[in-house]
């Protein structure tokens, strides 16, 4: 058993459908715990870079659209982000999430009770979940500054903007 990180994300659906709460007392039941955590309104250029491994995918403008709340317009366009940690985190929270597909994913996970497909054939699944360490930490690197989660987990460096100290991902 080793201690990792990942990112969950409670997408614009899941806000939109107050299932925040719900959402957060399921991950609870993996006993893991928040060391990163804030409201984000999604850019462009951040959702572009979250699914950038499905760019040459037919459905990557619909992703794009959908993690930043363009499916629902206003007040819809955020996402609740958060950094978990424990052992095995990402397998423990990978079952308690379920399969990307909420058609595939067991009726008990957050996905199978709360996901669904779009005439669009756009997953509504409500929430992320890195899926392996190296996709934890691009993801981790992407949403959050070092200074916004509680415990050192990767690298950082000190550098100077504008004559004041900053600390950034190394």
């Not at 996402?79 to 929270?93: E, R």
């Not at 699944?125 to 070092?146: G, M, T």
Request: proline content about 2%.
């Amino acid at each position: 058993m080793t201690i990792e990180q990942l990112l969950i994300l409670i997408k614009p659906d899941g806000i939109k459908k107050s299932l925040t709460g719900n959402i957060l007392t399921k991950l609870s039941e993996a006993k893991m715990i928040i060391i990163g955590a804030k409201v984000v309104r999604v850019s462009r250029e951040l959702a572009e870079a979250h699914y950038c491994q499905l760019k040459d995918k037919s459905f990557f403008s619909e992703l794009v659209d959908y993690i930043q709340g363009y499916i629902y317009g206003e007040p819809w366009n955020r996402v609740l982000a958060f950094v978990y940690q424990g052992k095995d985190a990402i397998s423990k929270m990978r079952e308690i999430v379920g399969s990307t597909n909420p058609e595939e994913a067991d009726a008990l996970s957050i996905r199978g009770s709360y996901g669904r497909i779009t005439t669009k054939g756009v997953y509504e699944n409500v929430v992320h979940c890195s899926s392996d360490i190296s996709d934890a930490e691009r993801e981790i690197k992407l949403w959050f500054q070092p200074k916004e989660i509680i415990d050192s987990i990767y690298a950082t460096k000190k550098i100077l903007v504008n004559n004041e100290e900053k600390i950034i991902w190394a």
